[in-house]
């Protein structure tokens, strides 16, 4: 089976910058995802993993180490709508490569 | 594009009723998945289609669980009869490709809330 960790909630400062970290564990590893959902919407496709290193998009970066089973968001020139909840998820062959295993998510709260 | 849509939004049931959930996904997009949350779990998998067939329902925690895709387009998904433990969001997700590597396209979800 798998196992995801992420903090339960963080704050942060308009304009600052924050790192979410995700932890994982899981077998036939293929790829690890970060999902943005504001309360009562979808969750929005942020950034994909699979090898190892930092993918840089706009103000968010996604970082992978496959083997320390450890990744994390980065979030810089934090918004007010940067609230939200951020979805650490892996896709790996014990799941089928086409499914994904979530973990609870981390609640993001930014103050001006 | 649209996006995938859902429907109800909301719905509020008593315990024995029967409830059907209906999702429709991106137009072309072979591959529609059904997720659920409850209130303090993660987001877990219930099952994925590939247009009309069922590839994986490993997720689909018992039989008052039917989910159907005729056709190839859109899917519903009915709890008959509904209990307590049922209760949660709901998110049908499509895609293209199974193993896409950008993710899938989620709706909005169905919160279902049994009483």
């Known amino acids: 089976g798998q196992n995801i960790d992420q903090p339960t909630e963080m704050t942060a400062t308009e304009g600052a910058i924050v790192q979410i970290n995700c932890t994982y564990q899981?077998?036939?590893?293929?790829?690890l995802f970060w999902y943005q959902q504001h309360a009562g919407e979808a969750p929005t496709f942020l950034s994909y993993n699979v090898l190892d290193g930092l993918e840089e998009k706009g103000r968010f970066s996604s970082f992978l180490s496959r083997s320390k089973g450890y990744s994390y968001l980065l979030l810089k020139e934090l918004q007010m709508k940067d609230s939200a909840s951020y979805l650490c998820a892996v896709r790996d062959r014990d799941s089928g490569y086409s499914t994904l295993t979530f973990g609870k998510g981390t609640m993001l709260l930014v103050s001006p | 594009e649209a996006g995938v849509t859902q429907f109800p939004s909301h719905s509020v049931i008593e315990k024995g009723q029967t409830v059907t959930l209906r999702c429709d996904p991106i137009s072309g997009h072979d591959n529609l998945y059904w997720y659920r949350r409850v209130m303090g779990k993660e987001i877990k998998f219930l099952l994925h289609f590939v247009k009309e067939s069922k590839q994986d329902e490993s997720g689909m925690p018992n039989n008052r669980f039917l989910a159907e895709r005729t056709g190839g387009t859109y899917s519903t998904l009915k709890v008959q009869p509904a209990e307590l433990e049922d209760s949660g969001v709901y998110f049908c997700a499509s895609s293209q490709e199974a193993r896409v590597g950008y993710g899938y396209t989620f709706g909005s979800g169905t919160r279902l809330t049994v009483v």
């Open positions: 899981t077998s036939g590893f293929n790829g």
